[in-house]
């Protein structure tokens, strides 16, 4: 049997290296793919919540009396199999900022949506929530301090 020569070994060493190699780019790039479905479905989620949100300011602003405008949100109960935060931001002054989705393993996969302006956080209803089985309602007091938003979770009725 002939000796292996300098370019079989340097072959079999890179053919060995490539075998080890290239799993990890592709976990890498598979990883990335995931991350970035998990961000547009909670981006979907974020919006939807905010779009809602200034929907029912709009509906309780409409009446000129003091009104509460609810709304039951259809979310799905988890994204990419994963439960799901989501959470009405306000500034110092309770005026909301925004409406942000994030994930509840990672602080990494989050996306957010901008609310109109004028808007008030009513944190005493709530303002998160957490996905998963329970009804999530939005609503809107709208009196002469202002309209406030909220939302919250209401357990499943059983008939």
């Known amino acids: 049997m002939p000796a292996p ?3 079989h070994l340097i072959g079999m060493i890179a053919l060995v290296s490539l075998i080890f190699i290239l799993p990890l780019f592709y976990f890498s790039i598979v990883d990335n793919v995931t991350i970035e479905m998990k961000e547009r479905e909670l981006k979907e989620v974020a919006d939807y919540v905010s779009n809602s949100l200034w929907n029912l300011h709009i509906l309780a602003n409409s009446t000129n009396s003091d009104v509460l405008v609810t ?10 199999e994963s ?37 008030k ?19 809107c007091n709208f009196n002469s301090t202002g309209s406030y938003v909220w939302i919250k979770e209401e357990p499943l009725q059983i008939s």
Do not use: H, W
């Not at 949100?73 to 988890?78: K, Q």
């Not at 005493?124 to 089985?133: A, D, N, Q, V, W």
């Open 83 to 119: 439960t799901y935060f989501v959470e009405i931001v306000p500034d110092q002054e309770g005026c909301v900022q925004y409406v942000t989705a994030y994930m509840n393993v990672s602080s990494v996969v989050t996306a957010s949506s901008l609310v109109f302006p004028g808007l």
């Open 121 to 139: 956080a009513d944190e005493i209803t709530g303002c998160l929530i957490e996905s998963g089985r329970n009804f999530v309602v939005a609503g």
């Open 71 to 80: 709304k039951k949100l259809d979310l799905p109960s988890s994204i990419q």
């Open 5 to 7: 020569t300098m370019s």
